[in-house]
């Protein structure tokens, strides 16, 4: 027995996730402007909408311009869209394909499966998030009150995402379903989440309501890392984000783990 | 522990229904190349999905060279090499790029040598730098075989290799299928042409309706079960068989001009041609076929071989 797995070349026990993540990183690439150059493109034209031309007319927080509060909200939608697409769209065409059966009959296991393609997600997003920020200088500045918190928000957000993406392409049928999530759910709770205006200029129902919005947590966390200044303390928002990571993380590993939808 | 190759013990499977695969028990010896035939729908690819990994095991245990296929996987997955019935490619890669990857998807550090071993055997030198939807529907084949084949598996699985494909590929993949073999892997095939089942072969077990109906060795397999016939050419066609050759279940064809009889086992030839004679048939010709695996499978499933059957998606 020992003697055919002598036979067996060297086995590293870390170049199954190595190489999964490597694809993953060479997939989004192959197809960039897809994958980066466009989501670049419409959250430039956003802060050429709201720094350049309407943002002088609108004051929606008081001490900073409507284009140093937009700009945060707008980077952080940038690496929620991403982060959410590359899981969704990679591991749900797998399965549409049918080449997932390539990964299901190697020794990768369900934590580097789950990790290789979250963290390929997760420097997509923040890489568009990176490009919305350095294009976004050119229109207003940003105190970076707090970067390192600003920077574990933004982590938190497209860790959360991966898996909320992971969790969508096992469990949508078609391609209606999949972009259903995006347009019906993601884009939705994005807009109502504040990246365009603070929820504490909202009519007190429609504020409390914005309380149930898991995007809110984010972008306000966000925000208050950078500006210093929010609805809610960064704590509550980082708490709340923690969890919901926690959440997705162990619904993503469980069904991943059980190769749900993934082995028959 | 087992040292056999693949160990298959009371395996089950249903998808809700009945069952598709079941109390399934075989083995293969490691060198082998081992048949698994059956009809469409007989439980051949579950089966050789769930040694994969890709289905998940209803019931029994499966072990690869001695690894229990769940609880020690990733040892039996790397001992396993898999050619997926369906064409699984991603559109994304080149076929070098491909390659690499798949090695590197069973912890292999890429080895440059093997590599270009298996794109020059497989005749895929020259379509290196296309990507995976430019190639055609056999290059699409051979560049499956080669990544199943990149990390050096123990076990070959092969689930119809050569379905739909040109009489070259098919050479090549046998020729290259023998090679490997005498190098040590072992290997599992799956094909509706049952004439290379019986050339390739060294054992071949038959299912039907997820059950194992026969499992031998293919020459024990073709003396045992099959039967011998006896072709005749007849000089006049003739329209009714004498009840005198009727224990011997003509069947006429050729307008009447060719007359076939099945042989049993201690039949002598000389014997029936002199009852040929003596019932008035003028013989032009004689010719004896011996047992085929085809008549067998037929014999054993009830279903016309390579015919497709019934379809349950197995």
């Given at each position: 027995m020992a003697h055919d797995v002598d036979r067996l070349p060297p086995f590293n026990r870390w170049l199954p996730f190595l190489t999964l993540f490597n694809k993953e990183i060479l997939r989004f690439l192959r197809v960039a402007s897809q994958t980066l150059i466009t989501p670049i493109i419409t959250a430039s034209l956003y802060l050429f909408v709201f720094g350049a031309t309407l943002g002088d007319r609108i004051s929606v927080l008081e001490g900073f311009s409507y284009a140093q509060f937009v700009i945060p909200g707008l980077i952080l939608m940038g690496v929620i869209n991403n982060s959410f697409a590359n899981t969704a769209s990679s591991l749900f065409m797998s399965r549409y394909l049918g080449n997932v059966v390539d990964l299901l009959v190697t020794p990768i296991t369900p934590p580097q499966f789950i990790m290789a393609y979250t963290l390929a997600a997760m420097l997509r997003g923040l890489a568009v998030g990176c490009a919305v920020w350095a294009i976004s200088t050119v229109f207003a500045g940003l105190p970076w009150v707090h970067p390192g918190a600003a920077i574990v928000m933004a982590t938190l957000a497209s860790f959360l995402f991966a898996q909320f993406g992971l969790i969508v392409a096992i469990i949508a049928n078609d391609f209606d379903a999949l972009s259903m999530y995006t347009n019906f759910l993601i884009l939705p709770l994005i807009y109502l989440g504040g990246v365009f205006y603070?929820?504490?200029?909202?009519?007190p129902l429609w504020a409390k309501l914005s309380h149930l919005n898991p995007l809110f947590y984010l972008i306000d966390g966000f925000r208050h890392a950078i500006l210093g200044v929010g609805d809610l303390s960064f704590v509550v928002a980082f708490g709340v984000v923690a969890a919901m990571a926690t959440a997705l993380f162990s619904i993503a590993a469980l069904l991943i783990g059980k190769g749900y939808r993934l082995r028959s | 522990m087992s040292c056999l190759a693949l160990d298959i013990r009371n395996l089950e499977k249903n998808?809700?229904?009945?069952?598709?695969?079941?109390d399934l028990t075989l083995s293969i010896e490691p060198g082998e190349i081992f048949g698994l035939l059956g009809p469409n729908g007989a439980g051949k690819s579950t089966t050789i999905n769930m040694v994969a990994g890709v289905t998940r095991i209803g019931g029994g245990t499966i072990s690869i060279f001695g690894y229990d296929n769940r609880r020690d996987y990733r040892t039996a997955r790397r001992l396993t090499g898999v050619m997926h019935q369906e064409i699984v490619i991603d559109n994304f890669f080149s076929i070098e790029r491909a390659l690499k990857i798949h090695a590197g998807y069973f912890g292999v550090v890429d080895d440059p040598a093997w590599r270009n071993l298996l794109i020059d055997r497989l005749g895929l030198r020259p379509h290196l730098g296309k990507v995976m939807f430019k190639l055609s529907g056999g290059l699409k084949r051979r560049f499956m075989i080669a990544k199943a084949l990149v990390h050096k598996p123990r076990l070959l699985i092969l689930d119809e290799p050569t379905a739909g494909v040109d009489v070259e590929l098919r050479h090549t993949l046998w020729e290259f299928v023998r090679e490997i073999n005498t190098q040590g892997t072992t290997i599992l095939l799956t094909t509706h042409y049952l004439e290379e089942a019986e050339q390739m072969c060294d054992r071949i077990a038959i299912m039907h309706h997820g059950k194992l109906v026969a499992l031998e060795k293919t020459t024990d397999l073709t003396a045992r079960h099959g039967q011998r016939h006896l072709e005749l050419t007849l000089k006049e066609a003739l329209t009714v068989v004498p009840d005198t050759l009727a224990q011997f279940s003509p069947r006429l064809s050729n307008d009447g001009l060719a007359l076939e009889l099945t042989l049993a086992t201690d039949s002598v030839v000389g014997e029936i041609l002199d009852r040929v004679r003596a019932a008035g048939i003028e013989v032009v010709d004689v010719d004896t076929r011996q047992p085929h695996l085809e008549d067998i499978f037929l014999q054993l499933t009830g279903i016309g071989a390579g015919n497709g059957g019934e379809n349950h998606g197995a």
């Open positions: 603070p929820i504490s200029i909202l009519p | 998808y809700g229904g009945p069952k598709v695969v079941d």
